[in-house]
């Protein structure tokens, strides 16, 4: 019998995932098949995916990103290894929008960002005190890159305006717009919508605020658009940005681009 483990082609007799395990491992070692971990001794059949992980041992760099991603429905990670996503604003959004993609292997990541990190950025975005006076896009990427080294993370520490829209975005699939200003926003998916005719954008409107984090939801007003928040609960003066439901707005994004990439395009 054909099986996956650990990112490689296996042959075995074996019958069950825990007879795979006692083949190259250790009666404690994790076993996690076809995305998800078992406790108990589960039948395996031809093709299936399995990783085996021995708790408090560093892996080969060549098993790593498998067992990274072992959690992954199977033959998912291959789609995500395929995509290109940009993110346009590295604050509250783009930042936590960039960690998630970053977790599930999307295979290569453009950061755009003009600022630098300060203290207000703090009670959301994704930085450290440490990062404080750093370009966004350079503490993102250094950051990215502790989390997973199998991806591309390319940065552009310029400001977008109409005219670098189409030279900055044309190599990618999607983008996700993450900037503050309404004005911005547009700027932005106008731009792309008639710039780009292919590319697929997943913005955001309406995350300010403590309202009730039920209200962030994902829409679609355009085939190639999509809206995520409760479009209604801008940051003003006396309703500011927080890091619970900037994040649960972010979430959404990252979660539509996760469909987007594996091809179910609904949302």
Known sequence: MKVTVNGKQYETNAQTAFDVRTELGNASDIV?????????NHPIKEY?????????????QEELESMMMARHTPHVHHML?????AIAG???????IAIMLTRIGVGELLLVDFDIVEPSNLNRQ???IRHLGMPKTIALQEQLKEINPFIQINTKTVKITPNNVCELFRDFDIICEAFDKPDQKAMLVNAALEQLPSI???SASGMAGYESANLIRTTRPMKRLYVCGDLENAAGVGKG???????????HQANMVLRLLVGTEDI
């Open 48 to 60: 299936d995916t399995l990783t085996i992980i021995s708790k408090g041992v560093m892996p080969e």
């Open 32 to 40: 996690i098949l076809n995305g998800f971990q078992i406790s108990e």
């Open 81 to 85: 290894k395929q995509g290109k996503v």
């Open 126 to 128: 994704s930085y450290y």
């Open 241 to 251: 940005l927080m890091a619970p439901r900037v994040q649960i707005c972010a979430g």
């Open 90 to 96: 590295l604050g509250g959004l783009g930042s936590n």
């Open 200 to 202: 697929k954008i997943v």
